[in-house]
């Protein structure tokens, strides 16, 4: 079993849609969550950080993380086209530990 | 743009080629990473220096050295790949130590291709 579960897609919405991307985890002791952002033909950027339970909200978007469900989730509201990207999910146990990333999720934003 | 710098972005070799991929990072940090990523697949945490050192090295086959001669840069020197070794190689760097909460900045990454 992958330690994170991330669905590849393609998801594809319309402009101004609510889109919900998740991952799934299998070891209780992650601790900090983040999200990653990765446009084509450039590297990831952190988009969102949390640590432990709980939501964050920044903008636009919303992480939310269900430590009881091992399940974390980011919500993107009035979607744009600039949105399009794909979204990586990335998990610590502690600090000092190494990032285990999700495969990713292909977000496609239509006009 | 992120800072950090990686040459070439596009490479094509042969099983038998030697050559390097180069990163540079402007930030003024202390870690340095090699990350590997290849379609529909996590990434891949090949190597992370701290101070220079080499303080992580996840079972990366011998084919591929790295080489830190400085905070700013690093190297994956390459040779006799396998055509299963063709993905998007990407350098990240870190302020502090390996790990933790520390933001990570990518690079654009080398996208190679194995022949």
């Known amino acids: 079993q992958k330690e994170v579960e991330q669905d590849p897609g393609p998801l594809s919405v319309p402009e101004g849609a609510i889109v919900s991307l998740n991952c799934t985890y299998s070891n209780s002791a992650f601790q900090y969550f983040m999200w990653y952002r990765q446009y084509s033909r450039k590297g990831p950027e952190l988009l969102m950080y949390t640590y432990s339970s709980g939501n964050k909200e920044d903008g636009r978007f919303t992480a939310q993380v269900d430590k009881s469900s091992k399940y974390i989730s980011l919500f993107i509201r009035d979607s744009q086209p600039s949105d399009s990207a794909t979204y990586l999910c990335a998990m610590l146990y502690n600090q000092g530990g190494k990032l285990i990333f999700g495969q990713g999720t292909e977000l496609s934003v239509k006009p | 743009e992120t800072g950090v710098t990686q040459t070439p972005r596009h490479l094509v070799m042969g099983m038998t080629n030697k050559k390097s991929l180069k990163c540079e990072q402007h930030?003024?940090?202390?870690?340095m990473y090699w990350y590997k990523q290849s379609a529909k697949k996590p990434l891949e945490l090949m190597f992370v220096?701290?101070?220079?050192?080499?303080?992580e090295n996840n079972s990366v086959p011998s084919r591929f050295s790295p080489e830190c001669p400085n905070s700013s840069h690093l190297f994956l020197h390459l040779h006799t790949l396998q055509p299963e070794d063709s993905a998007l190689y990407l350098c990240?760097?870190?302020?502090?130590?390996?790990?933790?909460?520390?933001?990570?900045?990518f690079g654009p990454g080398t996208r190679l291709t194995v022949l």
């Open positions: 220096y701290s101070l220079e050192e080499r303080v």
């Open positions: 930030l003024g940090h202390n870690a």
């Open positions: 990240a760097s870190s302020q502090d130590l390996p790990g933790g909460t520390d933001t990570q900045y």
